[in-house]
């Protein structure tokens, strides 16, 4: 992939992982940087042998110009949408940032750290979610977990009330 840092950062197409893409974007990229957006999807249900290995590994890095097509991303189930697009595009073109995604099937929390040794990243960017005390309490952070398991430097962005 070159000399460019590998920028990573979580992205399920939420608010919150829009304003994480957004930061990343002002404050961390600069030329000749990767961009890896990387989406956890929920565990596959598909008897398709090509899922099956993806689901263990991941899917290979998908090039901005298929993850922009509707019907390419139908093949990984999942759907970007058009602000996201119009962020990476901007990214891509302005500071001359090759963006790229990598999906994986799973727990996010375990699927993100993986994905930091698995690509790997140089350092790992997050949204959060704002859950209150309870809800975190009972579904657990994504972002406390990746900041306390991961092996390279994570930022985790908070969204503006």
């Known amino acids: 992939m ?3 840092r590998k920028v990573g950062v979580a992205i399920d197409f939420s608010p919150c992982s829009r304003v994480a893409l957004q930061w990343a974007e002002k404050n961390v990229l600069r030329k000749g940087d990767h961009l890896i957006l990387v989406n956890i999807r929920p ?13 263990t590994t991941g899917s290979p890095l998908i090039p901005l110009s298929e993850f922009s097509d509707p019907h390419v991303m ?14 990476v595009n901007l990214v891509a073109t302005q500071k001359e940032v090759v ?4 999906i994986f099937w799973g727990d996010p929390r375990e699927k993100l750290c ?4 698995n690509i790997p990243l140089d350092c790992l960017i997050v949204g959060n979610r704002g859950l209150g005390k309870l809800k975190r309490a009972i579904l657990g ?4 977990y990746v900041v306390n398991h991961s092996s390279c430097p994570v930022t985790v962005v908070k ?3």
């Open 74 to 87: 139908k093949k990984y189930g999942t759907k970007p949408d058009q602000e996201t697009l119009d962020i």
């Open 141 to 144: 952070s994504v972002s406390n």
């Open 2 to 4: 070159g000399d460019g």
């Open 159 to 161: 969204q503006a009330e």
């Open 114 to 117: 993986e994905a930091v040794d």
């Open 99 to 102: 963006v790229l995604m990598k």
């Open 43 to 55: 565990e596959a249900n598909s008897d398709d042998t090509e899922m099956l290995l993806w689901e």
